[in-house]
């Protein structure tokens, strides 16, 4: 079996490399640092796998599974990567990548992940699950609030008082306690620091 590491560092490429070391079905590990390096030997090789990173210093990992896939290779793309927003995996899930994991897994989740995407099937990290999931919850409750009531949680977010929200807004203190209350109420949620950590956490993710 035949394994590409992209990454425009070469101590990351270097960590992966030892890591596979521990498999014996592992027969080549090729490494590339840019995305048309990364093309060319998939089109020579034809490696089983492709670890691909996101970010190739001002390249987008993403371009060398478009191209491959354009080229009708049959490789498979793991993207390791150390982002956690959402936009980068919802890029990542429009091509149809093979699996997706987080820089910070250990060696032997990666190895995991990598394993099964061999099998055919699609892995992904369960952080990236675990904020997709708090996401979803936190869309659902805030698709109850009115826009003002969105507009004073944003302000919320930036950790204003109402005094300082009521003159960002051009609307009564008064008028903003009430809106704190309402939200609060519809994202059942204790104090307004807490409303402050979920918009930020879902603007985020």
């Known amino acids: 079996m035949r394994i590409l590491i992209v990454d425009d560092h070469p101590l990351v490429r270097k960590g992966i490399t030892s890591t596979l070391s521990f498999e014996e079905d592992i027969e080549k590990v090729l490494e590339a640092s840019t995305v048309d390096e990364a093309v060319n030997l998939i089109q ?7 670890i691909v990173d996101l970010n190739l210093g001002n390249e987008d990992g993403l371009d060398i599974v478009k ?4 080229r009708g290779v049959k490789t498979k793309f793991l993207i390791l990567t150390s982002s956690v927003k959402k936009e980068d995996y919802m890029r990542a899930e429009e091509v149809n990548v093979d699996g997706y994991i987080l820089k910070e897994a250990f060696a032997e989740d990666i190895l995991y992940a990598i394993h ?8 992904i990290d369960p952080e990236v699950i675990r904020y997709k999931t708090a996401n979803s919850k936190a869309d659902s409750y805030l698709a109850q609030l009115t826009p003002r009531e969105s507009d004073v949680l944003v ?7 109402n005094c300082e929200i009521a ?4 609307i009564s203190e008064h008028t903003v306690k ?16 807490q409303a402050a950590l979920l918009v930020n956490h879902t603007v985020n993710f």
């Open 178 to 193: 009430k809106h704190v209350s309402n939200i609060l109420s519809k994202l059942e949620l204790e104090h307004r620091t």
């Open 155 to 161: 302000e919320l977010g930036k950790g204003l008082s």
């Open 116 to 123: 099964v995407v061999l099998r055919g099937r699609k892995f």
């Open 167 to 170: 003159k960002n807004l051009f």
């Open 67 to 70: 191209s491959s896939r354009r």
């Open 44 to 50: 020579m090789e034809k490696p089983e796998l492709a």
